[in-house]
């Protein structure tokens, strides 16, 4: 069975950091690309990073390109955001999802539909 468990969420204060976490199982985490995704209250859900083990890639999205690092420990199958400087707009749940045939690259972008595994999300508050 496919599991994708994110944690790491809560109340940070702005400017504050959080490191997220990704905890998978039940496929062959390096031939998948892992993907981190935000859905703010009242906005559709969107695309913040992405990794690619096999082909030791990584993308995260322009806004965000400066204050959040996505990462993977292969050895566990878990795959890391690190958010510094997080700021009130940043507040939402932020989930992880796999898939085997999408991309991860500058070109091709994030994109929600062609992910077909999916974390529960684990909320992030930024909030003084």
């Known amino acids: 069975e496919v599991q994708l468990v994110e944690s790491g969420g809560g109340l940070v204060q702005p400017g504050g950091s959080l490191r997220l976490s990704c905890a998978t199982s039940?496929?062959?985490?390096?031939?998948?690309?892992i993907g981190w995704f935000r859905q703010a209250p009242g906005k559709e859900r969107e695309g913040v990073s992405c990794?690619?083990?096999?082909?030791?890639?990584?993308e995260t999205e322009g806004f965000w390109k400066h204050r959040f690092t996505i990462s993977s420990d292969r050895r566990k199958a878990t795959v890391f955001l690190q958010m510094n400087n997080l700021k009130p707009e940043d507040t939402a749940v932020y989930y992880c999802?796999?898939?085997?045939?999408?991309?991860?690259?500058?070109?091709?972008?994030?994109?929600?539909?062609?992910?077909?595994?999916w974390g529960r999300g684990t909320q992030v508050t930024v909030s003084s």
């Open positions: 999802a796999a898939d085997l045939n999408t991309y991860c690259s500058y070109d091709y972008g994030i994109h929600v539909r062609e992910y077909d595994y």
């Open positions: 039940g496929f062959p985490f390096d031939d998948y690309k």
């Open positions: 990794v690619d083990n096999a082909a030791n890639s990584t």
